[in-house]
């Protein structure tokens, strides 16, 4: 979906593979489990956040290699364009999978435009 659209660069699957070796996303939050994928700026052509709610989770390491795999809920791929931007991102991120209520919103949408509404409802 974000190659037609031209927010990735050529080889970034293959970078976000990489980055996530080396530095997995997955966190297990007190509301739900997520994982944060990303790549470094040069393979984003613009700015985007795309989140995932896959039928089934999907496993991911726990980030920093702290606790078991994490089976995430949502798949949320930060797509930042400047460098040290996913710092910011990635905290607001957190505390909306924090909160047990904003957590509870998000996971509870069916509809993708209803999850893009309730993600930037909490932001």
Do not use: C, S
């Not at 997955?26 to 790549?39: Q, Y």
């Not at 700015?47 to 980030?63: E, Q, R, S």
């Not at 364009?81 to 991120?93: I, K, S, Y």
């Amino acid at each position: 979906e974000l190659a037609p659209r031209g927010y990735i660069a050529e080889g970034w699957l293959n970078a976000v593979r990489t980055r996530e070796d080396a530095y997995p996303t997955g966190l297990a939050m007190p509301a739900a489990n997520i994982a944060i994928p990303h790549t470094d700026p040069g393979f984003v052509a613009k700015p985007y956040i795309a989140v995932v709610k896959p039928a089934a989770p999907v496993t991911f390491n726990a980030m920093a290699g702290m606790g078991a795999p994490v089976p995430a809920q949502i798949v949320i791929n930060l797509g930042i364009a400047e460098p040290g931007g996913q710092v910011e991102a990635l905290q607001a991120l957190m505390n909306i999978f924090m909160d047990t209520d904003a957590a509870a919103d998000v996971l509870g949408q069916t509809t993708p435009q209803g999850m893009v509404d309730a993600i930037r409802r909490h932001f």
